[in-house]
């Protein structure tokens, strides 16, 4: 059986400024025959592979800017590599960020027809599955408030709902689970294991350690967009946590970490 | 589960394929809908508002073109009417595009899915406005300028798909410049001033000189302005001739625009 995702030397840079950041300085650079100069890049991910099978969860672990996210964002095919492929089979899912792809001024129902929508699901496959979506979020009547009132917790349940509900052969999330209180992670953790047992591949980016070593059945550990050490969850979650505790490792990962540009986020406020 | 034949296979030269974006098709109509419900929504009188400034524009335009500087057009409001609105609804999605990627910014680094939904659904959301408009303008002429409803009425369909072609193809680039540098929102609303001037609007096309008539109707908007004046206006047919010059304007506007759209889209996924 082919794995149904698949990451062959994938690599992807962020440069900052990306381009000439108004139309203006660019008319006068070019006017005066100055070349605007590409930037360094500002993160690389690089030589990146991955192959995920029916049935397995793949975890990906790291500090702040290690490029965790990117990595998650490009299988999602929200980024386009710089180099190398990415194969999926199927249906992709993705909760990258709280709240996103949800919009604050909609009611929760109104956001899980849009949300689906934005999940590859139909509208008649939405309808059919709203109450089980509303059941497992615990929303409750609240379901016809806009989602600005949310709690970050009922926003998170709310987004994980609707992507389990998309029955999706590939599962992405980012930090889904975080701010969950502790009975629906657990109820979390028991759908996703039963998801996978239909033969769906996960992905699973936290902090969280002990999830990690509960459902993953391979860790990848990621450094300044490089993958520093892969494998069996607890030999690799160890490894990680020894060199946050050791002096010295600490010192390098805590200076990757505050490198410039180790987040392609802040480019979205430029 | 969805099928496993869905294989997707992404490398640095992937753009999408065009069919996605019919694949979501669903969330192009909820972006439709959610557009105009936002908008009718926070106003009691809703549609009333956005039809109020237009009209005041109109009677202003008339009360100066008719008696101030005397535009040699005989029924002038009616005229006025029947390319108003064209341009209206044609400025304002020029100048959305300055906008839809940065308002979308978050929907679309949470979601794979083709950003020429955006453009298409807001372009969308005005021409929807914009048909009820021509609507409510047939009916205004036919009661008070033809007294009678013309054949030219015919083409109208044709002149609002190629209308949609040339303005979703006019904000394809707009859109992507406008992500790339900061101050292209401050730089359209004066080109988009000065093509009102050169835009047959509040004058008509015969009053532009022989000697430079061929170099104004490169102006795609003169072409398609000409076209609502002759089949509203005068109520007749246009010339096959115009026809196809606009439909030519039109058609590589969107060929154009969709390519460089295309393009540059991922660039924009990570800068907005």
Known sequence: MRPLVECRNVGKEFRYPPQAASLREWFIRTVRGQTVRRPAPAFRLSGFDLSVGRGSTVSIIGGNGSGKST?????????????????????VAAVVELGMGLHPELTGSENVHLYGTILGMSRSETRARFSEIVDFAEIGDFIHVPIKYYSSGMLSRLAFSIAMASEPDIL???????V??????????????????????????????????????????????????????????????????????????????SAPGQQPEYLAEA | ?????????????????????????????????????????????????????????????TAVFTHVIRVPIEHYWAFLLSGYFVWNCAQQCLSSATYVLHQHASLRRSAAFPSEILLLSAATAKHFEFAIEIGLTLVALAIFHHHGVPNSLLVLPALFALQFFLVVGLMSPIAVLSVLFRDVQHALPLVILALFYVSPVFYSTDLVPESVRGLYMLNPFAGLLSLYHAVLFEGRFPSAGLLGWVAILALSSYGVGYAIFRRYKSLCVEVA
């Open chain 1, 71 to 91: 990595v998650l964002r490009l299988i999602a095919g929200i980024y386009i590599p710089s180099e190398g492929e990415i194969r999926t089979r199927g249906r």
């Open chain 1, 172 to 178: 992405l999330l980012d930090e889904a689970m975080a």
């Open chain 1, 180 to 257: 969950g209180d502790q009975a629906f992670r657990e109820r979390c953790g028991e759908r996703i294991a039963e998801h996978l047992n239909g033969g769906a591949a996960a992905i699973i980016v936290s902090h969280d350690l002990d999830v990690v070593r509960r459902y993953a059945s391979e860790v990848i550990w990621l450094e300044a967009g490089r993958i520093r050490m892969r494998g069996e969850a607890n030999e690799v979650v160890d490894a990680y946590l020894a060199s946050m505790s050791g002096a010295e490792p600490a010192a390098d990962s805590e200076a990757a970490s």
């Open chain 2, 1 to 61: 589960m969805a099928t496993l034949d869905d294989v997707r296979v992404i490398t640095p030269r992937s753009r999408g394929r065009m069919s996605d974006v019919w694949r979501f098709r669903d969330l192009y109509r909820s972006l439709v809908a959610r557009d105009l419900a936002v908008k009718y929504q926070s106003s009691v009188l809703g549609f009333v508002w956005t039809l109020l400034n237009p009209l005041l524009m109109l009677a202003v335009l």
